[in-house]
């Protein structure tokens, strides 16, 4: 019975985590790009159905959602 109760609090945990508000796990993964020293990027919260030239750089809203990150404009080669 302790077993049970261990496993269901796990999972319970997980989801939450999982689970995240998409516009705080944004503002998570932009500090951590800040503070790498990176200027020129971009950061959207797309659904996990719709394809991108982008990124993953996290999950939201329970797996629905990602966000995606993408390079600057960068300088066109000569």
């Known amino acids: 019975m302790k077993m049970l109760m261990w496993l269901?609090?796990?999972c319970?945990?997980?989801f939450a985590v999982s689970a995240k508000d998409c516009e705080a796990v944004?503002?998570?993964v932009d500090t951590k790009i800040k503070a790498n020293g990176v200027?020129?990027?971009t950061l959207e919260i797309l659904d996990t159905a719709v394809a991108t030239d982008g990124k993953v750089v996290g999950t939201c809203d329970g797996?629905?959602?990602k966000v995606v990150y993408k390079r600057g404009i960068d300088r066109v080669r000569r």
């Open 8 to 10: 269901i609090a796990l």
């Open 12 to 14: 319970a945990a997980s």
């Open 26 to 28: 944004k503002a998570e």
């Open 39 to 41: 200027a020129n990027y």
């Open 63 to 65: 797996g629905v959602k």
